[in-house]
C-alpha cells in the first residue's frame, strides 16, 4: 500500500478527528483517540479537536499529539457545559454544546485549509453524532456502540436506582434511535459507519437500514507474546475482574458463583476497579464469606494496571452491558484466558480457543457457568494452558497496528466514495488493493469492492 507519508506535506490530505478525551494514559476513550490520530497520521496531516483528558494539561494533551504530523487543538469545556455535565440527566446537553463549539472551531480551520476528510471518533456511543457532517467532505463515525440493553431477565440483580436506571436508558435508546433526527441524519449521510460489535451493527441494519463495517472500538499493544509458564498447581486459581464498580457491571454474579465452589477448589480473586457499589459489594462478599479470597486494589494508573493482568490466571467478565471491555484485550494480550458472558462485544471477542462462555439466558445459568468455570481452570491445567496460548493468539487480531489497516482503508474508500460524488479531490494513487473496503467481522478480513456491499456482508 502506498504510504503519503511520502508525499510533499502540501500533498498530503488532511483529517479532522474530534474526540472527547485524547490522551495516550487518561482512559479507554482517551488511549483509542490518541491510537487512531497516532496511526492515521502515517497517511494524513491529522489535526485532533478534544476537550483534553481531565488529567492532562493543555501542554501535555498537545505533546501526546505531536509525534507524527498530528496538530491538537485543545477547546475545554466552559463553566456552563461543566455544570450541565455533572449530572446524568443534563449530561448530553453539555456535551451537545460543547459539539456545536467544536464545529464553529472545524469550519474556521476548514477556511483556512480545507480538509480532505472528517472523523468522529469518541465518545463512542451514538447519542452525539457530531456536527462536521456538515463540513461537505466525507464523513466517517465510529466505531459506534451504546445501543444494546441490559438484558430484563437481569434486572432484579441490581439495586433499585440501578434497575431504574437501565429501564429508563433501555426506554430512551428504543425512542432516540428511532425518531432523533441528528442520529438519523448522521447515519444516513455519513460516507462510512462503523459499528463496534455485531449487535450494534444488527441494531443500526434495522433501523436505518445501513449496513455498517464490523469493528471493535478499542484495541491493544503487544505485551505477551509467548506462552505463559505453567501455572503452580499448588497455588490457588488467581482470579482478575476489572472495571467500573458500578451496578451494571455485575460483579455480584461472580461472588455468588465463588460462593458455590467446592471446598476443595482454592482461588483469589483480584478486584481492579472503584465506583459507587464498592461498600456493597465488600458487604456481600462477607455475607457470603468468601471476603478473605478478595482483594480489592482500586484503581491505579494505566500503567500500573498491567502488573495485575500478568498476575492473573484468569480473567472474569461479568458486564450486564458494554460495548467491549478493555480489559477483555488487556486480558488476552496478557495470556489470561476469559471466563466472561457471551453477549454483546464479549461475544465478539470471545472463542472457544481463547475463553469459556457464560449463559447470558438468566442470572441463574450465569452463575452456575461461572462456578463451573473456575471450577474447572482450577483443577485442569492442560485446559488452563491450552486457553492462555490461544488467548495470546487471538489478542493479535485486535493489535492496533491491525486497526490502523483497517481504518486506512476505511478512509481510502470514504475518499473515492467522495470524490465520485464531487464533494472532494480524489484520493491519491494507490495500488488496486487501496481502493477496497476491508469488511471486518472480528474473526476474519473479507476484501469487498466499496460499492459492492451489503447488509450481509457487513454482518458476516
Known sequence: MTNLNSQPAEHRPRLLITAYHYDRAYSMESRLSWQRAQHAAADFDVTVICARGETSTPADVSE????????VEVLPINRLERALMRRSGTYYAGYRLWHRRVFRLARQLHEQRPFALAHHVSFCGYREPSDCLLLGVPFVWGPVGGTSPLPPRFLAQLDL???????????????????????????????????ANREVARDLQYVYGIAPTVRLETGISPTQLSPRSPRDASQPLKILWSGRLRSWKGLPLLLRALAQLSP??????RVLGQGACLRRWQRLAQRLSIADHVEWVGWPEYSRQIEHYDWADAFAFTSLRDTSGTGLLEALAAGAPIIGI???????VMTDQCAIRVSA????????????????????????????????????????????EVMQEVYRAALLNGAEEGTTPAPPTSPAASLLVRQESLSGVELVPAKARSPHEALC
Open 64 to 71: 501526546s499529539g505531536a509525534e507524527r504530523n498530528v496538530q
Open 161 to 195: 436506582p440501578g434497575a431504574i436506571r437501565e429501564i429508563s436508558r433501555n426506554m430512551v435508546n428504543w425512542f432516540q434511535l428511532r425518531l432523533d433526527a441528528r442520529v438519523r441524519r448522521a447515519m444516513t449521510g455519513a460516507s462510512h459507519v462503523l459499528a
Open 264 to 269: 476443595e477448589c482454592r482461588y483469589t480473586l
Open 342 to 348: 457471551d453477549h454483546q462485544g464479549a461475544a465478539d
Open 361 to 404: 439466558q438468566s442470572p441463574a445459568l450465569a452463575i452456575a457457568g461461572f462456578r463451573d468455570a473456575v471450577q474447572r481452570l482450577a483443577g485442569d491445567a492442560v485446559l488452563l494452558a491450552s486457553l492462555s496460548d490461544g488467548a495470546v493468539d487471538r489478542s493479535r487480531e485486535f493489535l492496533w497496528d491491525r486497526n490502523g
